[in-house]
């Protein structure tokens, strides 16, 4: 199948313009021309979509998120699998992404998107399923400012989540019905605590530290763990030392994910360590900490215990 501009998939969606490209998906602005809808097509990546993996998360993606319905929730339309080539039909947000108001230093209603999120996160937990990606740029605002929370390719559900390849960024696999009660709260609070919501411009070397994060998430998403590791090395080291850039915190926990996932647990411990010690979505690390020094065959030695801290 052909991705191009006019292309009709299902002699039903017509793609008009991509809106956006990711390491596993690209996002399509298109047309449903049995409903007469505009509508987002989000089709996966022709160089993993004969991966097992990669397509049975964009599988999981529109399952959970087709079972959910909120007002703060991007709804779900259609899944298809053609030509080798899954593509997802949703709604399409008039809007942009929190992460491009951020990048802009634009202010955003706190208050107000934190408790969006949460409403938008309540039905997800009440469901058994923890999202795993909530960041700026899956959620979307619309011109009134209403949020919508998107991509669930990362989501999980039930107690027994283990560690699998292409976790999604600062949301490494932690289970649903294990989690706290305040999961909601925890997967909520980076994102509406970013720092530009207070108006502040990203300086120049946060924005180069944030976009070698984003590159190495991406290369994590696509399996190249060795590949990630020294971009996200750059990255963290693009942040002054003791930051509490949110994206500090973001670029450590997938540097350390993408050691562990390269065979090199030990040197993800001290990584993993000096990321538990930014108190935000704590719960996630310290089980991706656990990870590695099982794997590594430690015995707790390194700087916080896992169970120490207290931010949460």
């Known amino acids: 199948m052909e991705i191009r501009n006019g292309a009709v998939l299902k002699d039903r969606y017509r793609l008009d313009r991509p809106l956006g490209r990711g390491g596993m998906a690209s996002v399509w602005r298109g047309h449903d021309s049995v409903l007469d809808r505009p509508v987002a097509v989000k089709i996966l990546s022709d160089a993993i979509a004969s991966e097992p993996e990669f397509l049975a998360r964009f599988r999981r993606e529109a399952t959970v998120a087709a079972g959910l319905s909120h007002p703060n929730l991007v709804r779900i339309f259609d899944y298809a699998e053609a030509d080798e080539r899954p593509y997802l039909v949703m709604e399409l947000v008039?809007?942009?992404?929190?992460g491009a108001l951020?990048?802009?230093?634009?202010t955003v209603d706190r208050p107000q998107?934190?408790?969006?999120?949460l409403a938008a996160l309540a039905?997800?937990?009440?469901?058994?399923?923890?999202?795993?990606?909530v960041k700026p740029q899956n959620v979307?605002?619309?011109?009134?400012?209403?949020?919508k929370l998107i991509d669930f390719a990362g989501a999980k559900q039930g107690a027994g989540a283990k560690h699998e390849s292409g976790a999604s960024q600062q949301a490494s696999p932690a289970g649903g019905a294990g989690e706290s009660g305040d999961s909601a709260e925890e997967e909520a609070s980076e994102t509406s605590a970013a720092p530009a919501t207070e108006?502040?411009?990203?300086?120049?070397g946060a924005s180069t530290a944030s976009a070698l994060n984003e590159q190495g998430y991406e290369?994590?998403?696509?399996?190249?763990?060795?590949?990630?590791?020294?971009?996200l090395e750059d990255s963290v080291g693009a942040f002054p030392a003791g930051s509490s850039d949110v994206n500090y915190a973001y670029a450590l926990f997938n540097l350390g994910d993408a050691l562990l996932r390269s065979g090199r647990a030990k040197e993800a411990i001290p990584i993993l360590d000096q990321r538990l010690r930014i108190p935000n979505q704590t719960a996630v690390v310290r089980h991706e900490l656990e990870t590695a020094r099982s794997e590594a065959g430690a015995t707790g030695g390194s700087g916080l215990a896992a169970g120490g801290d207290s931010g949460d």
Not at 123 to 133: L, N, S, W
């Open 94 to 98: 008039p809007g942009e992404d929190l």
């Open 113 to 117: 998107l934190a408790r969006q999120l």
């Open 140 to 147: 979307l605002l619309e011109e009134d400012g209403n949020a």
């Open 199 to 204: 108006g502040a411009e990203p300086s120049g």
């Open 219 to 231: 290369l994590i998403q696509a399996g190249r763990y060795e590949e990630a590791v020294p971009v």
């Open 123 to 133: 039905p997800i937990h009440r469901a058994g399923i923890v999202h795993r990606d």
């Open 102 to 106: 951020i990048s802009r230093g634009e």
